[in-house]
C-alpha cells in the first residue's frame, strides 16, 4: 500500500509563495512519475507538474515560469515550489504517484491565495 503526505498549504497573499511536500511510504524510485494536481470548487482535477523517475519535468501553462517541481530519492519527497501566487492559485492541491497502470494520491492540502 503506498500512502502519500502532503504539506505546506495555507494562506498567502498574491505575489506571494509556499513550497508543498509530499512525503511518500517507501521509495518514490519505484515510481514512473509522480505529480501535483489542483482541483478548485466546481472544476476537475488538472495537472499542475509532474516530474518523471528519470527527472524530466513537465508543467502547465499556468506553472510555468512560477512553479517548480523536484524530487529528493533520499526523504522520498516530491516538492512544488510555487512563487508569485495568484488567486486563481486557490485550489486543493494533490500528490500523486504513478506506479505501472496504478495511481494514487494523497489527501489534498489547501492553498488560498487571497489579500
Known amino acids: 500500500q503506498v500512502q502519500l503526505v502532503e504539506s505546506g498549504g495555507g494562506l498567502v497573499q498574491p505575489g506571494g509563495s509556499l513550497r508543498l511536500s509530499c512525503e511518500a511510504s517507501?521509495?518514490?524510485?519505484?515510481?514512473?512519475?509522480m505529480g501535483w494536481y489542483r482541483q478548485a470548487p466546481g472544476n476537475q482535477r488538472d495537472l499542475v507538474a509532474r516530474v518523471t523517475n528519470g527527472g524530466s519535468t513537465y508543467y502547465a501553462d499556468s506553472a510555468k515560469g512560477r512553479f517548480t517541481i523536484s524530487r529528493d530519492n533520499v526523504k522520498n519527497t516530491v516538492y512544488l515550489q510555487m512563487n508569485s501566487l495568484k488567486p486563481e492559485d486557490t485550489a486543493v492541491y494533490y500528490c500523486?504517484?504513478?506506479?505501472?497502470?496504478?495511481?494514487?494520491w494523497g489527501q489534498g492540502t489547501q492553498v488560498t491565495v487571497s489579500s
Open positions: 500523486n504517484a504513478e506506479w505501472g497502470f496504478r495511481n494514487f
Open positions: 517507501g521509495s518514490i524510485s519505484r515510481f514512473n512519475a
